[in-house]
Nanobody, 113 residues
Framework: QVRLVESGGGLVQPGESLRLSCAAS????????MGWYRQAPGKQRELVAS???????NYADSVKGRFTISRDNARNTIYLQMNILKPEDTAVYYC???????WGQGTQVTVSS
């Protein structure tokens, strides 16, 4: 059974940083493309960043230059380093196994002064 557990969310002020983690189990992690998505109140869920099995990355235009996705295959974990956070980054952030449709439970990120 695939399980994805996100952590690292919280309340920060604009300009600060957070690092999200997603620990995966029950799957062949090292050969799986993974993604971070977010959903703000009243909005559709959107892709934030993705990383292929080989380490290639893709980012939404709104986070390019501020966010970095990475993976540690030894720990079956992906990360999302979020810098220079803005109020519009406020959302629930979800981990996703690309092409397979598995989702984590989400972690809340709130950026507010």
């Amino acid at each position: 059974q695939v399980r994805l557990v996100e952590s690292g969310g919280g309340l920060v002020q604009p300009g600060e940083s957070l690092r999200l983690s997603c620990a995966a189990s029950g799957m062949f992690f090292s050969i799986s493309a993974m993604g971070w998505y977010r959903q703000a109140p009243g909005k559709q869920r959107e892709l934030v960043a993705s990383i292929s099995a080989g380490g290639s990355t893709n980012y939404a235009d709104s986070v390019k230059g501020r966010f970095t996705i990475s993976r540690d295959n030894a720990r079956n974990t992906i990360y999302l380093q979020m810098n220079i956070l803005k109020p519009e980054d406020t959302a629930v952030y979800y981990c996703h196994v690309e092409y397979a449709g598995y989702w984590g439970q989400g972690t809340q990120v709130t950026v507010s002064s």
